[in-house]
């Protein structure tokens, strides 16, 4: 057994998996840092300036996957979402991995880009 996590969800108790069971098939991250400087935006990240985010997908081989992000409010932020969201996703028509990236990204209140982004990481689809 690999590496286990614990993935906390929305509305429902946190999950704990087998990293090597569930790799990561989409990831992103960002913040709200506007500037061009990285020294600057190190030094900003370094004190807890800015706000920090991401989303990650990880996927069974069954065909489930568990999208969920983080959102780390800087010490002034204006921010009004959870600091941590996810949602299970089962293979169903009804139920989209792209629709769970996009409901878990509203739930953390993180840019549509961020949103845009992780879907974009997806594997392509063959048609």
Same mark, same amino acid.
């Given at each position: 057994?690999?590496?286990?996590r614990?993935?906390?969800?929305?509305?429902?108790?946190?999950?704990? #998996? $087998? =990293?090597?069971?569930?790799? !990561?098939?989409?990831?992103?991250? *960002?913040?709200?840092?506007?500037?061009?400087?990285? @020294?600057?935006?190190?030094?900003?990240?370094?004190?807890?300036? #800015? $706000? =920090?985010?991401?989303?990650? !997908?990880?996927?069974?081989?069954? *065909?489930?996957?568990?999208?969920?992000?983080?959102? @780390?409010?800087?010490?002034?932020?204006?921010?009004?979402?959870?600091?941590?969201?996810?949602?299970?996703?089962?293979?169903?028509?009804?139920?989209?991995?792209?629709?769970?990236?996009?409901?878990?990204?509203?739930?953390?209140?993180?840019?549509?880009?961020?949103?845009?982004?992780?879907?974009a990481?997806?594997?392509?689809?063959?048609?």
């Open positions: 057994m690999g590496k286990t614990t993935i906390t969800l929305t509305g429902r108790r946190p999950v704990t #998996i $087998d =990293e090597d069971e569930w790799p !990561v098939i989409a990831k992103t991250s *960002g913040d709200n840092y506007d500037g061009t400087d990285p @020294a600057r935006h190190w030094q900003a990240s370094d004190r807890g300036e #800015i $706000d =920090e985010y991401s989303l990650r !997908v990880r996927q069974h081989e069954d *065909g489930r996957a568990i999208v969920y992000g983080t959102y @780390a409010e800087s010490w002034h932020s204006g921010h009004e979402g959870l600091t941590h969201a996810g949602y299970v996703v089962t293979p169903d028509k009804n139920h989209t991995i792209e629709h769970a990236i996009q409901q878990t990204g509203t739930d953390l209140g993180v840019p549509a880009q961020l949103v845009a982004d992780c879907i990481d997806l594997p392509a689809e063959r048609l």
